[in-house]
């Protein structure tokens, strides 16, 4: 895997890259936004790690750069700056994940894994679950041949427990991977949405594909 690191931190830079390069990654390090984007755009990365307040180009400025020309690599956000709205404005400019500092490098490792994950799990266009089938291109789910409708919202949710089919997610995972919220605000917010997500593919079926797992989450299997 190669990864192109923008950071100016020296000291951080190396407390980042020791720890990939010891896992099989080879790390690209530049100094500043505008090397960061030159980088990005000719280079065949798998994932770019970006600090937000550099020289001659800010952070999020490559990231909008790179999205502006149609550039998916996967972008991971380093960023001091850590409100809520800071991390809403990297989000919404185009990063996959945004990260406050000072952070944990063992959750650092673990965002790039599950990014590195995300990007080769969408290679995969079409998602079947028995007789429950969700094709991303045409953004169309179908159960036994019928159509379903459901919100976009839904559609998130929905493809998420198909990509996880077999296994027990909880809520927290629910609401970081369909509502990027870091925290439980104790709502029955995702109650809410798989109750409908139940309604739309398992009302008019004698085998229910969602199932509760009580005290922990959900999970979608035969």
């Known amino acids: 895997m190669n990864l192109l690191l923008i950071e100016d931190d020296t000291r951080l830079a190396a407390e980042i890259t020791a720890p990939l390069a010891a896992r099989g990654f080879e790390v690209t390090r530049v100094t500043d936004g505008q090397a960061g984007l030159q980088a990005a755009t000719a280079g065949n990365f798998d994932l770019v790690i970006t600090d937000r307040m550099l020289p001659r180009l800010e952070g999020l400025e490559v990231v909008r750069a790179l999205r502006a ?14 409100t809520v709205d800071d991390r809403v404005l990297g989000l919404r400019a185009g990063s996959d994940d945004y990260l406050g500092k000072p952070f944990a490098l063992e959750e650092l490792l673990a965002r790039i ?110």
């Not at 020309?69 to 850590?82: E, F, H, K, T, Y």
């Not at 990027?180 to 009302?203: W, Y």
Request: charged share 30%; hydrophobic share 40%; no cysteine.
């Open 69 to 82: 020309r149609g550039d998916q690599v996967p972008i991971l956000v380093l960023s001091a700056l850590d």
């Open 113 to 222: 894994e599950s990014l590195l994950r995300r990007r080769h799990s969408t290679a995969e266009t079409v998602l079947r679950v028995d007789d429950l089938e969700m094709d991303l291109i045409a953004h169309r789910v179908t159960r036994a041949g019928r159509e379903v409708s459901l919100t976009g919202r839904e559609f998130h949710l929905l493809e998420f427990l198909m990509r996880h089919a077999g296994q027990v997610v909880t809520r927290s995972m629910l609401l970081e991977a369909v509502w990027d919220i870091r925290f439980d605000p104790q709502t029955n917010l995702i109650d809410v949405h798989v109750s409908r997500l139940r309604q739309a593919i398992d009302r008019e079926f004698d085998s229910p594909l969602i199932h509760t797992v009580r005290g922990v989450g959900y999970t979608l299997r035969t």
